[in-house]
């Protein structure tokens, strides 16, 4: 009496298991659209600026003749932007997710600034360009500068910093809390012996990923005002005089990235778009770093921790 | 008292229980067949009480590893704890008083072969023997019951038993004064007598043991009134 | 005619015997929000002893330990009434006016599921002497070593002592716990079922510890497993349904038990 049956589960099977090719069929496909379309944006950003990658490209200021254009004030102008950034976003996010997670009271009022947090996420970048031309530029006389273009990215990433915060610190299961705290610790002490350094992996991982779109991000920076040619760069922040340290760069006017590379690409001639092509690929770059560097991180980090 | 949550445990328990009663009642079918022996002579009833006996013994070998196996698999606790423990004590005085009827039905087996026996001590041994079968019934009984006063009473029976013991043994020395060529057989109604006394010990222990079940006090070596105080208090 | 003996019932304390008291609840009740938890519980822990509590899961046992050290105060919502005293100062414990953190420092508490920090061995011990503002390098050397000879560590572990606690098997990572709690010298320790997450051999050896401990320090222990509450304990304490049903000394309630509620609980009756 076995036969039958064993043999009417194999077809069952056989049949089941034609839709499971099916779907693994469609996710491949799926798949290579999305890895295809990158691969090829990628590929024709390197081939197309490939040739202009040389010392010279990062080392010459922008230049009415493409073949002497380089994007020396760019990206040093991404690099300071995205130092104010992460030193004013890491702080405010960090300490706000804290105290909300930890010390705020579990009302209404704080459901409602946590839904308002996510939800700020979404806004529009360029509403945060209009704001902090009002505020930073005009309202505090921040001018067009790394300050407040730092100030206006930190701003953006801000939410994300503040979720992955708060992410990273309810991963910290609760008895790992009532262990510092049964030992006789403060909520400050648990916060800062504990909860922190625990959480730092998801927090570091937030803060690149957050940069790592903020390196990227035009409209709010076009929004106040950074230049789109500039031949000079902002002072050195250290120097070899007394005080050798200076905070003259952060008033000073900028371009980044992203803006320099929109600035060729709507100029006519060829060659600046395989300018924009090689500054292109230079982003792209950093940005992966930077994502790697977050991966690489949060494993090495992660490793310790073993909930 | 009410069931375990495993059936299992309580039928367990239930075979340990009714093992004990089992062996209870093959005991004091022995005793009987012992006195039967004794008063009539009766050879039949001889041999069948010797050839029981391994069969007395095996009981009690049984029952006791069965307890071993509960305290292995169950842990037993409290009134559990205190139940197993008495039963294994209870089989091996009642393998005991199988024992003593053996010896009573080997004896009755020498004095019919060997001695003349004189009437008046059938009386008397028989009086004792059925004071020591009552008190053996009662036991097990309180046993199956778990009644802790039933138990008390057992434990005085013990001292009426001890009376008659040494009211036969009084008459037997006199006897045995009078006329020299009885002494031998007199001496071995002596044992007899000794082994009525020995079974009444063995069913006041039975009957400890079930104060100690009930009660939790272990009534063993104290005086009648404070055990009496302990089981009915 | 044989002596006459004492009955022989298991020793109850004459007065003279009856160890100090070191806490006592007094008709303690808790409520998680509208739910009570805890009903009028009246119970003394006796000074360097080991008390169980035993139960039911649902009963309250776990409760009932966790209002010691005030842990409850963590979490909104929650609410104490009665008192509990603890001696020798006779201070209520659950006061308003008493800080739990300081509760905490005097009291300590191990868990059910092993949670050491994820840091070194030493760090973990070493945290709550750095709570309690040690700073000597020196001095914490020496708590740590003690405490982790008490905990019966130290030969597995010093060698050692800068590696991750994670490390650990979970046996070990128990003993840590322990020693991490023993480093602040408590005046009373609690356990929350300390072995339910562990091996029956790493249970064995924790059940040695605390037997090495008695006498020293005063320990209040909650296990379903009641066998290890009559192989560990002095005292016992059977609740049922947030009540305190019966108390006693631990020989007594697994031989002959006062109550029928604990007697059907312990042999299984249950139901």
């Known amino acids: 009496m076995e036969h039958p049956d064993v043999a009417a589960i194999r077809s069952l099977i056989a049949r089941h298991k034609r839709w499971d090719t099916a779907f693994a069929v469609f996710g491949l496909l799926c798949l290579m659209i999305g890895v295809l379309t990158f691969v090829s944006l990628f590929t024709e950003m390197a081939v197309n600026g490939a040739a202009r990658l040389d010392w010279d490209f990062f080392t010459n200021y922008p230049s009415r003749r493409a073949s002497q254009a380089g994007i020396l004030s760019a990206w040093v102008g991404s690099t300071l932007v995205m130092v104010v950034t992460a030193v004013v976003a890491v702080p405010l996010g960090v300490a706000s997710a804290v105290y909300l997670e930890e010390y705020a009271p579990k009302n209404w009022m704080t459901d409602i600034i946590e839904i308002n947090i996510t939800n700020l996420a979404g806004v529009p970048s360029i509403v945060y360009g209009l704001l902090a031309l009002g505020l930073f530029v005009y309202q505090f006389g921040l001018g067009q500068s790394i300050l407040s273009a730092g100030l206006t990215l930190a701003l953006l990433i801000l939410p994300v910093v503040i979720v992955a915060t708060r992410e990273a610190m309810r991963a910290i299961p609760r008895h790992i809390r009532e262990g510092a705290y049964a030992l006789g610790a403060t909520q400050w002490q648990t916060v800062r012996d504990h909860l922190l350094p625990y959480s730092s992996p998801g927090i570091l991982t937030g803060v690149i990923i ?77 940005t992966l770093a930077m994502n790697g560097l977050a991966i690489w991180l949060r494993y090495r980090l992660r490793k310790n921790i073993k909930w | 008292m009410s069931e375990h949550l495993s059936k299992q445990y309580d039928n367990d328990l239930e075979t340990l229980r009714s093992g004990v009663l089992q062996m ?201 009134e404070q055990v009496e105080r302990e089981a009915l208090g | 005619m044989s002596t006459p003996a004492a009955l022989v019932r298991p020793a109850t304390h004459t007065d003279a015997e009856t160890p100090a008291t070191k806490a006592e609840a007094k008709n303690l009740s808790f409520y998680y929000g509208g739910f009570q938890a805890l009903k009028n519980i009246s119970m003394i822990l006796h000074e360097k002893k080991v008390t169980a509590l035993i139960g039911p899961s649902g009963c309250g046992k776990s409760t009932f330990l966790r209002c010691f050290n005030r842990m409850h105060d963590l979490y909104p919502g929650n609410r104490y009434e009665g008192e509990i005293r603890f001696h020798p100062d006779d201070t209520n414990l659950l006061g308003r006016d008493v800080d739990p953190i300081e509760v905490r420092m005097r009291i300590s508490m191990v868990f059910q599921k092993p949670n050491p920090f994820p840091k070194s061995i030493f760090e973990n011990v070493a945290y709550g002497l750095r709570v309690r503002g040690l700073r000597s390098r020196r001095a914490i050397e020496e708590n740590v070593e003690q405490a982790l000879r008490r905990a019966a560590l130290w030969d597995e572990a010093k060698d050692r002592l800068q590696d991750l606690a994670f490390n650990l098997s979970g046996g070990q990572q128990q003993r840590l716990c322990i020693a991490r709690a023993l480093a602040t010298d408590p005046e009373i320790l609690l356990f929350d079922e300390p072995t339910s997450a562990l091996d029956p051999i790493a249970t064995t050896s924790i059940e040695e510890l605390i037997h090495n401990l008695k006498d020293k320090v005063t320990i209040l222990i909650v296990t379903h497993n009641m066998q290890q509450a009559a192989r560990v304990s002095d005292y016992t304490a059977y609740m049922y349904l947030g009540e305190l049903v019966e108390f006693g000394v631990t020989d007594e309630i697994f031989i002959k038990p006062r109550k029928k509620e604990t007697e059907d609980y312990i042999t299984g009756r249950f139901g």
């Open chain 1, 210 to 286: 957050g940069m790592a779109r903020a390196i990227g991000e035009t409209a709010p920076i076009i929004t106040i005002g950074a230049l789109t040619f500039i031949a000079f760069l902002p002072p050195s922040p250290v120097s070899f005089d007394p005080p050798y340290l200076s905070f003259e760069w952060l008033m000073s006017p900028f371009t980044v990235m992203p803006i320099q590379m929109f600035n060729w690409t709507s100029r006519p001639e060829a060659a600046f778009q395989s300018n924009a092509a090689a500054a292109g690929f230079v982003l792209v770059f950093m």
């Open chain 2, 24 to 224: 209870g009642g093959l005991v004091e079918a022995q005793i009987r067949g012992a006195i039967e022996a004794f008063s009539t002579g009766n050879h039949a009833a001889m041999e069948q009480v010797i050839a029981n006996e391994p069969g007395v013994n095996g009981h009690e070998v049984k029952i006791d590893t069965d307890c071993s196996h509960i305290i292995a698999k169950r842990q037993p606790a409290a009134g559990d704890l205190r139940l197993i423990m008495a039963i294994s004590k209870t089989v091996t005085d009642l393998e005991r008083i199988g024992d003593e009827a053996e010896k009573i039905a080997r004896m009755s087996k020498q004095i019919h072969e060997h001695g003349r026996v004189e009437l008046q001590h059938f009386a008397n041994i028989r009086h004792a023997a059925d004071i020591a079968l009552s008190m053996l019934r009662q036991a097990l009984d309180a046993f199956a019951r778990l009644d802790a006063a039933a138990a008390a009473g057992v434990i005085r029976e013990d001292r009426a038993i001890d009376t008659e013991f040494r009211s036969i043994l009084r008459q037997l020395i006199t006897f045995m004064m009078e006329d020299p060529r009885t002494i031998s057989t007199a001496l071995e109604i002596v044992w007899i007598a000794k082994a009525i006394e020995r079974i009444g010990d063995h069913a006041k222990n039975i009957a400890e043991y079930v104060i100690y079940i009930v009660k939790g006090t272990d009534v063993r070596h104290t005086k009648l």
